[in-house]
């Protein structure tokens, strides 16, 4: 059991004295991953805007840091009704790590969650959202996560995603159609790999004019799809583009972050005019060969749009979306926890009414 008179928890930003030991512990932490990454908390300031504020802390622990726990505040709309919540973009928090051996009995972890519950109070944050997605799924993540939803009463939010592994074979198990359509269409473009210094400003802003043009407008500030490219310009990943032969346009750009041998689907942008061509398939495609070549291990795609439930009405797109993503993960699952704790009754009765109005929505009554 950890002796708390000599737990410590110190404030951190991953930015000049406090960027080494950020980096430090997102390297050893085995539960970290791209999330947990300075490039990726940057991308989440810049989409957040001016309402972000940083309350992030190290946990340290007879007088050595053992721990790392981002926590942001951010913006939380619910109908009319507008405060702050503890997240990243408006999505939960990347879950709090720890080095190998540093907290055996979960102590520094259980203290970690109240400190952050209490920063997040301190700051007028009315909701706090913590995902537990490692890299390489554990035994003991479900009674890790279960644990601190018993303890602190928070709910489990959670939700599946397609998740596929990746080795010699993966482009073999891909739906048949998905085949056809390479063979096909795959004559006509030129598809190429950046990353590094190799992605200019000119491929950054043509995956910026395809994203606005491809998503029907700008969601979020220019400085992060800046942020978003960085992350593979410094070694988090890659970008995969396709360009017409005929045109000699770019007909679509995909995002890729790859931290510690497993890799996510972060954005994906094509030109409508090329929808037909199969763009998109092209880029997963080249994606995947990629992560093969370079020795990934698994490749996560995204929420899967199974059914709906009650944190989740998934529409026809969100269906379609899944239905595309299966097509390569075919029945690869990862479970990704997310638990979710309101703060505040006023919030909570305002997001009880948000969710009644969606649900009868749904239900059409």
């Given at each position: 059991m950890a002796d708390k008179s000599t737990l410590r928890f110190l404030d951190v930003t991953p930015e000049e004295s406090g960027l080494k030991v950020w980096e430090d512990l997102v390297?050893?932490?085995?539960?970290?991953?791209?999330?947990?990454?300075?490039?990726?908390?940057?991308?989440?300031?810049?989409?957040?805007?001016?309402?972000?504020e940083n309350a992030s802390f190290i946990v340290?622990?007879?007088g050595r840091p053992v721990g790392l726990v981002p926590l942001a505040l951010g913006p939380l709309k619910l109908g009319d009704y507008e405060t702050r919540e503890a997240s990243y973009y408006g999505g939960p928090l990347p879950w709090p790590c720890f080095l190998n051996g540093a907290d055996k009995d979960w102590e520094l972890e259980l203290a970690a969650f109240a400190e952050a519950e209490r920063r997040t109070a301190q700051r007028g944050g009315k909701r706090?959202?913590?995902?537990?997605?490692?890299?390489?799924?554990?035994?003991?993540?479900?009674?890790?996560?279960?644990?601190?939803?018993?303890?602190?009463?928070?709910?489990?939010?959670?939700?599946?995603?397609?998740?596929?592994?990746?080795?010699s074979d993966s482009e073999t198990g891909i739906r048949d159609r998905y085949k056809r359509y390479i063979k096909k269409f795959s004559k006509g473009f030129d598809l190429r790999v950046s990353r590094g210094e190799d992605i200019?400003?000119?491929?950054?802003?043509a995956y910026f004019d395809l994203h606005v043009k491809d998503s029907g407008g700008m969601f979020r500030p220019r400085e992060s799809y800046t942020e978003m490219v960085n992350m593979a310009r410094q070694g988090l990943g890659f970008l995969v583009s396709a360009r017409s032969h005929d045109s000699g346009d770019i007909a679509g750009v995909l995002v890729v972050l790859e931290h510690k041998g497993h890799a996510y689907d972060a954005s994906v942008?094509?030109?409508?005019?090329?929808?037909?061509?199969?763009?998109?398939?092209?880029?997963?495609?080249q994606a995947i060969r990629t992560l093969a070549k370079d020795g990934?291990?698994?490749?996560?795609?995204?929420?899967?749009?199974?059914?709906?439930?009650?944190?989740w009405t998934p529409d026809q797109k969100n269906f379609g979306i899944s239905f595309f993503k299966h097509g390569w993960s075919r029945d690869g699952m990862k479970s990704v926890r997310v638990a979710e704790k309101f703060l505040d009754q006023e919030a909570l009765n305002h997001y009880c009414a948000a969710l009644s109005r969606t649900a009868a929505d749904y239900f059409e009554c």
């Amino acid at each position: 059991m950890a002796d708390k008179s000599t737990l410590r928890f110190l404030d951190v930003t991953p930015e000049e004295s406090g960027l080494k030991v950020w980096e430090d512990l997102v390297e050893r932490c085995p539960d970290a991953w791209y999330m947990h990454t300075p490039a990726f908390y940057r991308y989440v300031a810049a989409a957040t805007g001016a309402q972000f504020e940083n309350a992030s802390f190290i946990v340290e622990n007879e007088g050595r840091p053992v721990g790392l726990v981002p926590l942001a505040l951010g913006p939380l709309k619910l109908g009319d009704y507008e405060t702050r919540e503890a997240s990243y973009y408006g999505g939960p928090l990347p879950w709090p790590c720890f080095l190998n051996g540093a907290d055996k009995d979960w102590e520094l972890e259980l203290a970690a969650f109240a400190e952050a519950e209490r920063r997040t109070a301190q700051r007028g944050g009315k909701r706090v959202r913590y995902m537990l997605s490692p890299p390489k799924p554990d035994d003991d993540d479900q009674r890790r996560f279960a644990r601190i939803i018993a303890k602190y009463h928070y709910l489990d939010t959670g939700y599946s995603s397609h998740w596929m592994t990746i080795d010699s074979d993966s482009e073999t198990g891909i739906r048949d159609r998905y085949k056809r359509y390479i063979k096909k269409f795959s004559k006509g473009f030129d598809l190429r790999v950046s990353r590094g210094e190799d992605i200019d400003d000119n491929l950054e802003q043509a995956y910026f004019d395809l994203h606005v043009k491809d998503s029907g407008g700008m969601f979020r500030p220019r400085e992060s799809y800046t942020e978003m490219v960085n992350m593979a310009r410094q070694g988090l990943g890659f970008l995969v583009s396709a360009r017409s032969h005929d045109s000699g346009d770019i007909a679509g750009v995909l995002v890729v972050l790859e931290h510690k041998g497993h890799a996510y689907d972060a954005s994906v942008a094509v030109e409508p005019a090329f929808q037909d061509a199969f763009v998109s398939h092209l880029l997963k495609w080249q994606a995947i060969r990629t992560l093969a070549k370079d020795g990934a291990q698994s490749y996560e795609l995204g929420r899967w749009a199974e059914k709906a439930d009650w944190n989740w009405t998934p529409d026809q797109k969100n269906f379609g979306i899944s239905f595309f993503k299966h097509g390569w993960s075919r029945d690869g699952m990862k479970s990704v926890r997310v638990a979710e704790k309101f703060l505040d009754q006023e919030a909570l009765n305002h997001y009880c009414a948000a969710l009644s109005r969606t649900a009868a929505d749904y239900f059409e009554c």
